[in-house]
């Protein structure tokens, strides 16, 4: 693997769980809304576009980026007991093979 792949991979993952933080979040809502100050909508077709092109699609990834993560958290579980619990009835099925079976050798 060459060193920029190395690096860009790790960009990617620091950027990635940055990007993935409520803490982003109200970042975000912080600096829209506090540019009201400097240049604030006046008609309400100004308005809805502020909503939705500025504030809508600037704390939508952050919010994206979360669920994700905790579906991901949840999908990673529920794939974790499935696999322990097959692994348990193999586990049990060669035991009771064994037992059914002593004259073979093996598992």
């Not at 979040?25 to 400097?38: H, T």
């Not at 579906?71 to 035991?95: N, S, W």
Request: aromatic letters at 12%.
């Amino acid at each position: 693997m060459t060193y920029l792949k190395r690096f860009s991979d790790w960009v990617a993952g620091h950027a990635a769980a940055i990007v993935a933080t409520m803490a982003l979040f109200w970042l975000l809502n912080v600096v829209i809304f506090a540019s009201l100050f400097f240049q604030r909508p006046h008609t309400p077709q100004q308005w809805l576009l502020f909503f939705v092109t500025i504030w809508f699609q600037g704390v939508s990834l952050p919010l994206i980026a979360k669920v994700t993560n905790l579906q991901g958290d949840r999908t990673e579980k529920i794939q974790r007991e499935t696999h322990d619990a097959v692994m348990q009835e193999l586990a049990e099925l060669k035991q009771l093979h064994r037992e059914l079976h002593p004259h073979e050798g093996g598992s």
